[in-house]
């Protein structure tokens, strides 16, 4: 699969699942649409971001979105 076809999936399948209603924790901007902030990042790991619990690197403004919304703790690969 093309990452072009991937990220055209991924992206229909976001937005379906928003519009279904399943993920009631989505806030919504004042035109009723789903507020959804989306990082592609290319070989992160779990523990790399200060919310999962990194002290060597400093990422203060995703913590501050982490707190505010929702967090994924389990994946499958």
Do not use: H
């Amino acid at each position: 699969m093309k990452r072009r076809d991937f990220l055209k999936a991924l992206s229909l399948n976001v937005a379906a699942l928003a519009q279904s209603g399943c993920v009631k924790t989505i806030t919504r901007t004042s035109k009723g649409r789903p507020n959804i902030v989306f990082f592609l990042v290319d070989d992160l790991g779990w523990a790399d971001i200060g919310c999962y619990g990194s002290s060597f690197y400093e990422t203060p403004n995703v913590d501050a979105l982490a707190a505010e919304s929702m967090r994924f703790t389990d994946a499958y690969a």
